[in-house]
């Protein structure tokens, strides 16, 4: 049973901010928020992770709100390269991640 | 560092048929993973292994088996293969420090059943 809902699909303009929405409203307190994503047919690729605070790195940022039950991935400046199938995932830090069937994002040029 | 690679890239196979899917990592890492993903669908759990000598069914199991004899290899075996295992097949690992379990993916074998 997936843990998590995602929109189907969605489009963003090259350049432009890309906010991709994930509910989890049964998150437990100690089950983590993870991104994924996978270009094309390529194995899935790590992007961020978070707990209860918002988190940034190098590819992406993660806003978590505050009672947990959602988030939202924020790639900040959208590129082509950035069209791929996005995951995001609930976890406790041990191994069984359930992948539901994700974002398509498309960028456009 | 190689990361996670898998062999073959493709195969074919016909109904009734046996295959092992290779693993391997050179990342130290403890745990590794099979996953298989099947058209427009997220991937699906099917074994995984928390070290040498340890593993443990996921989601999807039946049809398949696997063995760790050693930390670097995870290989999956298909005994009678049939239609359903058509699918794409992933191999991941993960370290066993830390919080959060991070996971690296190989590039996935392409097999067919026909």
């Known amino acids: 049973d997936a843990k998590t809902t995602q929109p189907t699909s969605m489009d963003c303009a090259e350049g432009r901010a890309a906010n991709l929405p994930c509910n989890h409203s049964?998150?437990?307190?100690?089950?983590?928020v993870y991104w994924y994503r996978q270009i094309h047919s390529q194995g899935p690729q790590y992007i961020i992770h978070?707990?209860?605070n918002n988190e940034t790195n190098e590819m992406a940022s993660l806003i978590i709100t505050e009672d947990r039950k959602s988030s939202t991935l924020i790639l900040p400046h959208a590129t082509l390269r950035d069209t791929a199938v996005y995951y995001c995932?609930?976890?406790?830090?041990?191994?069984?991640?359930?992948f539901g069937t994700g974002t398509r994002l498309k960028v456009l040029a | 560092n190689a990361g996670v690679t898998q062999t073959p890239k493709f195969r074919i196979l016909k109904i009734g048929q046996s295959m092992t899917l290779q693993c391997t990592q050179d990342?130290?890492?403890?745990?590794m993973y099979w996953y298989r993903q099947d058209p427009g669908m997220g991937l699906k759990l099917i074994y995984y292994?928390?070290?040498?000598?340890?593993?443990d069914k996921g989601e999807v199991p039946n049809g398949y088996n696997v063995s760790r004899s050693t930390t670097e290899d995870f290989p999956l075996r298909l005994e009678l293969a049939a239609p359903s295992q058509t699918s794409v097949y992933f191999c991941?690992?993960?370290?066993?420090?830390?919080?959060?379990?991070?996971?690296?993916f190989g590039p996935g074998t392409r097999l067919t059943v026909l």
């Open positions: 991941a690992s993960s370290p066993r420090t830390g919080n959060h379990k991070e996971q690296f």
């Open positions: 049964t998150i437990s307190g100690n089950e983590y």
């Open positions: 978070g707990l209860k």
């Open positions: 995932i609930v976890g406790s830090g041990t191994y069984k991640y359930i």
């Open positions: 990342m130290n890492h403890n745990y």
């Open positions: 292994s928390v070290g040498a000598g340890i593993t």
